[in-house]
């Protein structure tokens, strides 16, 4: 018999200001600044978009907090994945909000983290040469204290643990085995010496599904299909990038040549998710699946868009990812990875918007409803 699916979404705490951002961006910066601002770049492209239900809110507001898990709950969600930055010499930013969950005891709702662990650079804002905060390994206090800060929220009963052990994922695993190869089993130490059986380590959906990650100390993956599903159609596609336009209007403001107007790369998400086809590791893999995508409004013309996504197109991603799982009983736990709740300058959302609403959410639901009896 098929376990419970339960479907995990990122969830990106960045929806209040820093100083870092204040800094860096201007004052008062929050992702919303990026969504506000998004134009149309090419015909029919569907910008800016905007919240529905929960509008252009503030995480430090624990309404909000609590409307999310809400509306998450209902909808079959299993739990949120947050972001979490800890970039080494105990230098964390945004950490706020799970803090604030964390003392409030609110909202009871399931929770997780994933360690986000690479530099933070402008390159995603035209500025690629610019750290902004540089992800680093120093030595073996910093581990400790890292896992001191995070020994209360794995302590938390809200906290998601697979076998007693809390479910940790890693953002980008060649960056820490490169920079410490024995991090995770020094984490996994502690938190035996504090009272969990273990940790389940899982990896995030940077590398390829036929990754040696075995090796690298992990439990899980989450599965890198849908990527693998879009590179050949990004390679396919022809557009000029951030740099070469800005070489270009030089060039035509010089005098030397015509301006040319810089294109955005599109793909038709139809077909991305045609070809989308989940496969095992050498460690439970885990589907993921993307509603939707579009990071114009943070990276302009160097932005991808997956045209033509829609709950319906969804709806066929959830049933490849359960067909995917309903012979996986050999895992711990049926997870479906989903990218993301609320990354709105990705244009990757499952909370409602104007124009679909809870479509997606109902989706879910529907599906969830019919598997998880």
């Known amino acids: 018999m098929m376990k419970k699916i339960k479907p995990l979404a990122f969830y990106l705490p960045q929806y209040h200001p820093v100083p870092e951002n204040d800094e860096w961006w201007g004052k008062g910066f929050t992702e919303w600044t990026n969504v506000t601002k998004a134009k149309p770049l090419f015909n029919g492209h569907e910008q800016p978009i ?168 992990y439990d899980g993956k989450i599965s890198n299909a849908f990527q693998k599903a879009w590179i050949p159609y990004i390679k396919k596609g022809e557009y000029i990038s951030h740099y070469q336009y800005y070489k270009n209007r030089i060039t035509e403001l010089l005098g030397f040549k015509k301006k040319i107007k810089p294109k955005v790369l599109t793909q038709d998400a139809k077909a991305i998710v045609n070809d989308l086809q989940f496969v095992e590791s050498n460690v439970a893999t885990y589907p993921c699946i993307l509603p939707n995508w579009d990071n114009t409004p943070r990276s302009g013309y160097r932005g991808v868009v997956l045209t033509d996504t829609s709950p319906e197109l969804f709806e066929k991603q959830i049933e490849k990812a359960i067909d995917y799982l309903e012979d996986k009983n050999d895992y711990p736990e049926q997870l479906l990875i989903i990218k993301s709740w609320n990354e709105w300058a990705e244009g990757n959302i499952l909370e409602p918007d104007r124009k679909y609403g809870f479509g997606y959410l109902n989706t879910l639901k529907s599906i969830l409803d019919k598997y998880n009896k």
């Open 50 to 217: 905007y919240p529905a239900d929960l509008g252009y809110y503030d995480l430090r507001v624990p309404e909000v907090r609590e409307h999310q898990a809400q509306i998450a709950k209902e909808h079959g969600v299993y739990g949120f994945i947050y972001y979490h930055y800890w970039f080494g010499n105990g230098k964390q930013l945004l950490e706020r909000i799970a803090n604030d969950v964390l003392t409030s005891k609110k909202p009871d709702f399931p929770f997780c983290f994933c360690w986000a662990n690479e530099t933070w650079s402008g390159i995603w804002h035209g500025l690629a040469e610019k750290i902004l905060v540089e992800q680093v390994y120093p030595d073996e206090q910093d581990l400790i204290d890292h896992f001191n800060y995070l020994l209360p929220f794995f302590k938390d009963e809200r906290y998601i643990k697979v076998d007693n052990k809390p479910l940790f994922i890693i953002y980008h695993p060649n960056h820490l085995h490169e920079g410490d190869p024995h991090y995770i089993s020094k984490f996994r130490e502690l938190a035996k010496k504090n009272g969990f059986d273990d940790l389940y380590i899982m990896a995030s959906n940077k590398l390829r599904d036929d990754t040696d990650l075995k090796s690298m100390g």
